[in-house]
């Protein structure tokens, strides 16, 4: 099952240098980062893409709006057609910085995606399988 190539963004926004290119799981889980780090309603195409993750940094987040925040994140990563399901586990090990984990399904078959993300930038720190 072909998931893909794209242009590799592992932290989510711009384009590393030097640029390479990411396939299967790996683009899906970038795709997948993007939407994460875009505010809803910035791409002009789909108002429906984009959950800012780093918004929450900052956030006193009770229990309820952290489960809430966890499932916008996984309804956001199935809004990518190349995903089947996912669950979102979202945590704040340590001021100013949120842990995601994640559990994708395609039809390739599932991957876990790790990253982290602060005020300072988002890192993909796992694509496994």
């Given at each position: 099952?072909?998931?893909?190539?794209?242009?590799?963004?592992?932290?989510?926004?711009?384009?590393?240098?030097?640029?390479?290119?990411?396939?299967?799981?790996?683009?899906?889980?970038?795709?997948?980062?993007?939407?994460?780090?875009?505010?809803?309603?910035?791409?002009?195409?789909?108002?429906?893409?984009?959950?800012?993750?780093?918004?929450?940094?900052?956030?006193?987040?009770?229990?309820?709006?952290?489960?809430?925040?966890?499932?916008?994140?996984?309804?956001q990563?199935q809004?990518?057609?190349?995903?089947?399901?996912?669950?979102?586990?979202?945590?704040?090990?340590?001021?100013?910085?949120?842990?995601v984990?994640?559990?994708?399904?395609t039809?390739?078959?599932?991957?876990k995606?790790?990253?982290?993300?602060s005020?300072?930038?988002?890192?993909?720190?796992?694509?496994?399988?």
């Amino acid at each position: 099952i072909n998931l893909g190539t794209c242009w590799s963004t592992p932290d989510g926004s711009d384009l590393s240098m030097p640029s390479t290119m990411a396939s299967g799981t790996r683009c899906v889980a970038e795709a997948i980062l993007r939407r994460w780090g875009t505010m809803q309603g910035r791409l002009i195409d789909d108002p429906t893409y984009g959950f800012t993750l780093t918004d929450l940094i900052s956030d006193d987040l009770s229990p309820a709006d952290l489960a809430y925040a966890q499932q916008q994140a996984a309804a956001q990563a199935q809004l990518d057609e190349r995903v089947l399901q996912c669950t979102v586990t979202l945590t704040l090990p340590t001021t100013g910085v949120l842990t995601v984990v994640a559990f994708v399904t395609t039809a390739a078959g599932p991957f876990k995606l790790v990253a982290s993300v602060s005020a300072v930038g988002t890192q993909l720190l796992l694509v496994s399988p």
